[in-house]
């Protein structure tokens, strides 16, 4: 499974971006998707999940301006981001859970490359 993120940029403080994460390969199904952000000596932290009947969970410091969604057909999600700020320039990895087929399958999560989204205040 490989997944090609796209959608990063260099933005003002307050612009919007949306960043998109296309699964393709040998996919099953696919579970939970998602977005985490690495900043320049920080660790890598959840932004947004969705599963796969459409439930999100946001960080905090996101609620309210950053929106996940999905194209189940497409296998791929989006990160609408919006009112943006200085302190969510970081790169942004996506990531799928795509278990094998059966039941009981463990997770087997895959990641994107990372797009690099900088907010300038």
């Known amino acids: 499974v490989q997944l090609q993120a796209s959608g990063g940029g260099l933005v003002q403080a307050g612009e919007s971006l949306t960043l998109s994460c296309a699964a393709s390969?040998?996919?099953?199904?696919?579970?939970?998707m998602g977005w985490y952000c690495q900043a320049p000596g920080k660790q890598r932290e959840l932004v947004a999940i969705?599963?796969?009947?459409?439930?999100?969970k946001y960080a905090d410091s996101v609620k309210g301006r950053f929106s996940i969604s999905r194209d189940n057909a497409k296998n791929t999600i989006y990160l609408q981001m919006n009112s943006l700020k200085s302190e969510d320039t970081a790169v942004y990895y996506c990531?799928?859970?795509?278990?094998?087929?059966?039941?009981?399958?463990?997770?087997?999560?895959?990641w994107g490359q990372g797009t690099l989204v900088t907010v300038s205040s």
């Open positions: 990531y799928v859970d795509s278990p094998l087929p059966g039941f009981g399958r463990p997770r087997r999560d895959f």
């Open positions: 390969g040998n996919i099953f199904r696919i579970n939970d």
């Open positions: 969705i599963s796969s009947d459409g439930f999100t």
